[in-house]
């Protein structure tokens, strides 16, 4: 069993930058596909971006391409999110993911999720 603990989320004003920090524990990190969801009041949730177990292949949603950076780093065992000009439409609940699959970018697919952490990026 997995545990994924999500930190780093907060207020920004748009224009600004956070990353966050997905720490795992319970399970051998660097054989999961990882990614990081949202979900924003009275919508669906959806993929930000998804990392190979390697790291060696990457997504990120149009929506945030060339802004969020996702990254990991094994040895610490911790998923990673930069997110650079925030922009208000960024504002949602951030979910950290594990998969079994080496890569997905369908949440249907991630077995374990964290609690998430509140992003709100004021206009």
């Known amino acids: 069993q997995v545990q994924l603990v999500e930190s780093g989320g907060g207020l920004v004003q748009a224009g600004g930058s956070l990353r966050l920090s997905c720490a795992a524990s319970?399970?051998?990190?660097?054989?999961?596909?990882m990614g990081w969801f949202r979900q924003a009041p009275g919508k669906e949730r959806d993929v930000v971006a998804a990392?190979?177990?390697?790291?060696?292949?990457?997504y990120h949603a149009d929506s945030v391409r060339g802004r969020f950076t996702i990254s990991r780093d094994n040895a610490k065992n911790t998923l990673y999110l930069q997110m650079n000009s925030l922009r208000p439409e960024d504002t949602a609940v951030y979910y950290c993911?594990?998969?079994?699959?080496?890569?997905?970018?369908?949440?249907?697919?991630?077995?374990?999720w964290g609690q998430g952490t509140q992003v709100t990026v004021s206009s």
């Open positions: 993911a594990a998969s079994t699959s080496t890569f997905t970018t369908s949440d249907l697919l991630y077995n374990y």
């Open positions: 990392l190979s177990w390697s790291g060696g292949r990457a």
């Open positions: 319970g399970g051998t990190f660097s054989s999961y596909g």
